[in-house]
């Protein structure tokens, strides 16, 4: 995906504002041309991040280096960045067009040519003809769209996207994101971008940064983050995870056995992480990885006996929740409500049986919330 | 005790329905709900503003034959102050004396209000009260405390000829232009420091890091977005001082000398010594129309000017 490896390079940045410390020890290498997100959720220090490599923020201690440049001495208008702020800042003493064109002014181009460029910014916003308007004329998406051409008319080598979407409906968000994602593709820019929506992060990203309390949790594409997650908090942060408490029985080269209780003995796949017998551990399955059946399944493979207590249709899907004996939280557990779907289910109460593949078994250490990951 | 309660539940539902009547009337019809708050200001504005405005321009059509007034109505005053050349040159003078006033106000005010906007982060009000200090005292005050400092021995004067820099005291401090300009600056530049501020104030702090982000400096950010932005309040301060400065007429008789005579003192003595009321009341609406036809120019310039600049 990267051409190249380490473009941004972000080294054990720290910033302190009086005695909040907003980011602490952030270190992560975004490689040219890459979707990058920040995902966190409110005050977690993303956009102080942005903004140290905006540069209207000066890190507290550590190193930013942009394209072989360490960006220390280099001031904000100076720097190869360019930014779409939160809420847009569309100048609103200028017409759309001198928006667009604001940052052109240093390249000095004859106005015959950068009123083609401008035009051809708007063409790419699909707002053509909306050069003479103003920006209180525009909706909030429109005006989104200007912001991104005002900043990507200059060729950055990096585009800061601040919770672009946030202010859009939910139906304008989803259009937008693919609009976003297709762009990026096109002009093959490095976006850093920064949201809290963790679904919008997994759509849209290459890499995502999970970040709290001004810490990366975990840097990983979005499937390793939603299959692999390395500790409970991140586990958590993305999608909906079900816990439980085990020992650890056995490790041999590619199992590993965990005495669960109530819910039996599980297998899981041995990767990274190392865990010695005897060790506390946490089994983490996600909600759809289990399936339910009304008789008891037939075969080998792993299931428990549990009681439906509620159901939840979303329709597309469907959400359960069934208590087992002898588990505190009821398990979650969700379902397509696909044509060959059992719909009977959805209206059943009582027993039921829960089924699970070793493959749907995430194992993570018990106290993991602290520690960091590359 | 039943009567009371009876009588109160015969009116009850009648006042409730008139009350009814009176708001849906009033939700219906927004440009009266708009009168009807306005209507103590308008009150006042008609009473005090419109109905004096009448009598000048009525009395400004009479004539004055000693002291009586010859009602019949006649242009005549208005050819008068067009064709004697000292109520032009009066004219002109005042409506230089009071531009400059305007303009040394506006840039001795910006600073200051551009310095409390962005750089005071903790009590600024009392830093824009602290500014607007020497409006707590008598205007009458203020005009000859500066008689006390630009005089022949004033402050100026002693301390630069205890210094050996000057021989004799300057003479052009006192009874000048140039005095009467220094204090109207002095005295209104409170009213100056405050729409500006505001102005400023008003600034999306964002707006200015998006100019930073799109590559200008500090300075080129000033002239293409904060001063552009901050315009409204520079034309306000400006009118704000021209339009009562232009019409002032104590300044000038304290310390204008011959020089710095405005038209105002000769209207004012209209209504005095020389006793032609209706001659005053003429002099007086050209007054006024000519401010107003600056304040107009003035406006569409410094848009235009701001146009041409970002
Ligand atoms: N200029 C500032 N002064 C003081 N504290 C700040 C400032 N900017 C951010 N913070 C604090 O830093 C933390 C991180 O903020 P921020 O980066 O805006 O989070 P996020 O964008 O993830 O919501 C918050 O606790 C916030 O209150
Ligand atoms: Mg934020």
Redesign the interface.
């Known amino acids: 995906m990267s051409n190249n490896s380490s473009f941004i390079s972000i080294q054990n940045v720290s910033k302190s504002f009086g005695s909040v410390a907003a980011v602490s020890d952030v270190s992560m290498e975004i490689g040219g041309g890459e979707f990058f997100s920040l995902l966190g959720p409110s005050g977690c220090g993303k956009t102080t991040l942005l903004r140290m490599l905006a540069g209207f923020e000066t890190p507290t201690s550590g190193e930013i280096v942009i394209d072989g440049q360490s960006m220390s001495a280099v001031p904000p208008h100076q720097r190869p960045v360019n930014m779409v702020f939160q809420n847009y800042a569309i100048f609103p003493h200028l017409n759309i067009h001198d928006n667009i064109a604001y940052g052109m002014r240093k390249e000095r181009l004859p106005q015959a040519e950068l009123d083609k460029k401008v035009e051809e910014m708007l063409e790419m916003i699909k707002l053509p003809g909306y050069g003479k308007r103003r920006s209180h004329e525009l909706s909030g998406g429109e005006r989104q769209r200007v912001a991104l051409a005002r900043a990507l008319i200059k060729r950055p080598k990096v585009l800061l996207l601040d919770e672009p979407l946030g202010a859009l409906d939910k139906q304008l968000r989803e259009q937008m994101q693919m609009e976003l994602r297709a762009l990026q593709r096109s002009v093959g820019i490095t976006f850093v971008f920064v949201t809290h929506d963790q679904e919008e992060a997994l759509t849209m990203s290459d890499r995502i940064a999970v970040m709290s309390k001004g810490r990366t949790l975990q840097i990983d594409s979005p499937t390793e983050l939603y299959e692999k997650p390395i500790t409970r908090e991140v586990a958590a942060f993305i999608g909906t995870m079900n816990f439980f408490d085990g020992r650890v029985v056995s490790v041999d080269n590619d199992q590993i056995i965990v005495d669960a209780g109530a819910l039996g003995i599980v297998k899981g796949i041995k990767d990274t992480t190392n865990f010695g017998v005897g060790e506390m551990a946490q089994i983490a399955v996600r909600p759809e990885k289990f399936s339910l059946s009304i008789g008891a399944p037939n075969g080998v493979g792993n299931f428990i006996e549990g009681n439906m207590i509620s159901t939840a249709y979303l329709g597309e899907r469907s959400y359960f929740h069934i208590a087992v004996n002898g588990i505190d939280q009821p398990i979650a557990v969700s379902a397509q409500n696909s044509a060959s779907a059992d719909i009977n289910i959805r209206d059943h109460k009582g027993q039921v049986w829960l089924g699970w593949p070793d493959a749907a078994v995430v194992l993570l250490k018990q106290d993991a919330s602290h520690s960091q990951a590359q | 005790m039943t009567d009371n309660t009876a009588t109160l539940r015969s009116t009850l539902p009648r006042s409730t329905k008139s009350g009814g009547w009176l708001s849906s009337l009033l939700m219906r019809f927004e440009a009266l709900r708009g009168y009807l708050l306005l209507s103590p200001t308008l009150l006042i504005m008609i009473i005090g503003i419109c109905v004096p405005l009448f009598i000048l321009v009525g009395m400004s059509l009479w004539t004055q034959h000693g002291f009586e007034f010859d009602k019949s109505l006649t242009l005549a005053n208005y050819f008068n102050v067009a064709e004697q050349p000292i109520y032009k040159a009066l004219l002109a003078r005042s409506i230089l004396i009071s531009g400059g006033c305007a303009l040394a106000t506006v840039i001795l005010s910006y600073p200051m209000a551009y310095f409390v906007a962005f750089h005071v982060h903790r009590h600024k009000m009392v830093w824009i009260i602290l500014m607007t200090l020497p409006f707590w005292t008598s205007y009458l005050l203020r005009v000859f405390s500066w008689k006390i400092i630009l005089g022949y021995n004033g402050v100026i004067n002693s301390g630069l000829i205890g210094m050996g820099l000057i021989d004799q005291p300057l003479e052009f401090l006192l009874y000048s232009p140039l005095a009467v300009v220094i204090t109207l600056t002095h005295a209104w530049s409170a009213f100056a420091i405050l729409p500006i501020y505001v102005s400023l104030e008003k600034i999306?702090r964002?707006?200015l890091?998006?100019?930073?982000?799109?590559?200008?400096?500090p300075v080129r950010r000033f002239f293409?977005?904060t001063f552009?932005?901050s315009l409204p309040g520079v034309i306000a301060a400006a009118l704000i001082i021209f339009i009562p400065t232009v019409g002032d007429y104590i300044t000038p008789t304290l310390l204008g000398g011959p020089d710095g005579i405005m038209l105002a003192n000769l209207i004012s003595a209209q209504f005095g010594k020389v006793n032609d009321w209706p001659m005053g009341a003429a002099l007086a609406i050209a007054l006024m129309v000519t401010v107003a036809l600056f304040s107009v120019v003035f406006v569409i310039i410094s848009r235009k000017v701001?146009e041409r600049i970002?």
């Open positions: 999306d964002s707006l890091e998006a100019a930073t982000d799109l590559g200008d400096g293409r977005i552009p932005m701001t970002t």
